[in-house]
């Protein structure tokens, strides 16, 4: 059974840096990754890394700001975020078994986290 609890939201000025953490079970050979929902708008797939660790994918939004990490030794996902803008602001899910949707355009997965929320003020 897939468990994911995040840790490390909270309020930080525009600029600024967060690491979020989400204790993983459970989770084995699973695209692990990060989304985010702000108010009115969709769940969107911000970073997602691929089972060893090798590979990546970040929104373009984010790219060159946020790093996401697997500890498999401590079974811990980690997502960095430097620059942050007040645009960031959001509730922030880890997920696990992300994949594509149809057409490529968007992430999905079907494990979720309760959510950690992050507020970047200007």
């Known amino acids: 059974q897939v468990q994911l609890v995040e840790s490390g939201g909270g309020s930080v000025q525009a600029g600024g840096s967060l690491r979020l953490s989400c204790g993983a079970a459970?989770?084995?050979?699973?695209?692990m990754g990060w989304f985010r929902q702000a108010p009115g708008k969709e769940r969107e797939g911000v970073a997602v890394i691929y089972p060893g660790g090798g590979a990546t994918y970040y929104a373009d939004s984010v790219k060159g700001r946020f790093t996401i990490s697997l500890d498999n030794a401590e079974n811990t996902l980690y997502l960095q975020m430097n620059s942050l803008k007040p645009e960031d602001t959001a509730m922030y899910y880890c997920a696990a078994d992300c994949f594509r949707t149809f057409g490529g355009d968007t992430w999905a997965a079907n494990y979720w986290g309760q959510g950690t929320q992050v507020t970047v003020s200007s």
């Open positions: 459970g989770y084995t050979y699973m695209r």
